[in-house]
């Protein structure tokens, strides 16, 4: 069974750093593509960053690109988010997503309302006070 635990979540000042971990079971990751995304209550769900795969590329979210880094450690089934420079407006619940096909996690940056075949965590709350 396919299963994402996000942690590293919490309260930090403006400026400050965040290291988000999405700890994977149930599959292997060079299998799947995982990919970050975010939601504000309100507003739709966006996508931070993409994609941790056997391919090793990544992009991030014009928003948060040169402070976010994606990065994996298959030894621990984790991938993380480590997250610098930090903003108010990075506020948000952040979500990892995992799919076999990396389409469908790249869809979700155009459609972030079609999730086909993809396996969310529960999310991890990221406050950043002014």
């Known amino acids: 069974q396919v299963q994402l635990v996000e942690s590293g979540g919490g309260f930090v000042q403006r400026g400050g750093s965040l290291r988000l971990a999405c700890e994977t079971s149930?599959?292997?990751?060079?299998?799947?593509?995982i990919g970050w995304f975010r939601q504000v209550p309100g507003k739709e769900r966006e996508g931070v960053s993409c994609?941790?795969?056997?391919?090793?590329?990544?992009f991030s979210a014009d928003s948060v690109k040169g402070r976010f880094t994606l990065s994996r450690d298959n030894t621990k089934s984790t991938v993380y988010l480590q997250m610098n420079s930090l903003k108010p407006e990075d506020t948000a619940v952040y979500y990892c997503?995992?799919?076999?096909?990396?389409?469908?996690?790249?869809?979700?940056?155009?459609?972030?309302?079609?999730?086909?075949?993809?396996?969310w965590g529960r999310g991890a709350q990221v406050t950043v006070s002014a």
């Open positions: 997503a995992a799919s076999p096909d990396r389409d469908n996690i790249l869809r979700l940056w155009v459609f972030p309302e079609k999730s086909q075949n993809v396996n």
């Open positions: 149930g599959f292997r990751m060079d299998d799947y593509a």
């Open positions: 994609c941790s795969d056997r391919f090793g590329t990544s």
